[in-house]
């Protein structure tokens, strides 16, 4: 059974502080979270290895 660690998260109501916190502050995902949270979308988080594995695109949902 492959187990998939991803999940999707609605980032308005939470802090950017908070979320780049996960994510270790990076200058990449804090632009990605931002972009979220001012177009009121969802972000789709994934390990790298799945990424790779071409699961599917990472992307920013409405």
């Known amino acids: 059974?492959?187990?998939?660690?991803?999940?999707?998260?609605r980032v308005c109501?939470?802090?950017?502080a908070s979320l780049?916190?996960?994510?270790?502050?990076?200058?990449?995902?804090i632009a990605v979270l931002d972009e979220a949270q001012f177009?009121?979308?969802r972000?789709?988080?994934?390990r790298e290895e799945e990424y790779r594995a071409g699961d599917?695109?990472?992307r920013m949902d409405p």
């Open 1 to 9: 059974m492959n187990r998939s660690s991803a999940f999707e998260a």
């Open 13 to 16: 109501p939470l802090p950017l």
């Open 20 to 29: 780049s916190a996960i994510l270790d502050h990076g200058e990449a995902a």
């Open 39 to 41: 177009a009121a979308r």
């Open 43 to 46: 972000i789709r988080v994934r």
């Open 56 to 58: 599917d695109r990472g």
